[in-house]
């Protein structure tokens, strides 16, 4: 349904404190877009189109931070866990990005923690050996930009809305 909702129409900043443990999150979120002068989301597809593509401009702030202290150039998004199982956030953040996203896997917290210690005992030599039995072993899907022109122009939006939350 989120998918199907007007894209826009408001944005958060997950970072606030308002989102940090509401009682009631939809009033959370109705409050914070009245402070901004936003339209509030109204049913539930809304809601939930508002916090993903608030999610996604998010990471491409948080991509935009770390490009300024990575010297090496960063050319695509991996999402693992539960996340990756979402395929309206892997693509609104393929969006916000401009990157592909990796989706996957979605166990990645069990099966690091199980291949960190098959490395310990010795059942696994590497790291790179590691990456390898994850890749051969999970199947990934891959994410590319779409709409970027809008989500481009959404990013210039959060990003004024992102300071100026520091006050709401």
Same mark, same amino acid.
């Given at each position: 349904?989120? $998918? ?8 958060? &900043? ?12 939809? &009033? ?85 923690n199980l ?16 990456? /390898?039995?994850v890749r ?9 930009? /779409? ?6 122009a959404a ?6 809305? $992102?300071?100026? $939350?520091?006050?709401?």
């Amino acid at each position: 349904m989120a $998918s199907g909702a007007p894209p826009f129409r408001a944005v958060i &900043e997950p970072d606030h404190g308002a989102f940090l443990n509401p009682p009631d999150m939809p &009033e959370a979120i109705r409050r914070f877009c009245q402070r901004t002068k936003q339209p509030a989301p109204e049913t539930p597809a809304q809601f939930v189109r508002c916090i993903l593509e608030s999610l996604a401009l998010k990471y491409r702030m948080v991509l935009d931070q770390l490009r300024q202290i990575y010297e090496e150039p960063i050319n695509r998004i991996h999402i693992v866990g539960g996340g990756a199982r979402n395929d309206l956030l892997c693509q609104f953040t393929a969006n916000a990005a401009d990157l592909p996203v990796i989706a996957g896997p979605a166990e990645a917290t069990a099966i690091g923690n199980l291949l960190t210690q098959a490395l310990g005992l010795g059942y696994v030599e590497s790291l790179v050996e590691i990456r /390898e039995i994850v890749r051969r072993s999970f199947p990934l899907k891959r994410y590319e930009p /779409e709409q970027t022109a809008e989500w481009q122009a959404a990013y210039s939006r959060f990003q004024g809305l $992102s300071r100026g $939350s520091r006050e709401v």
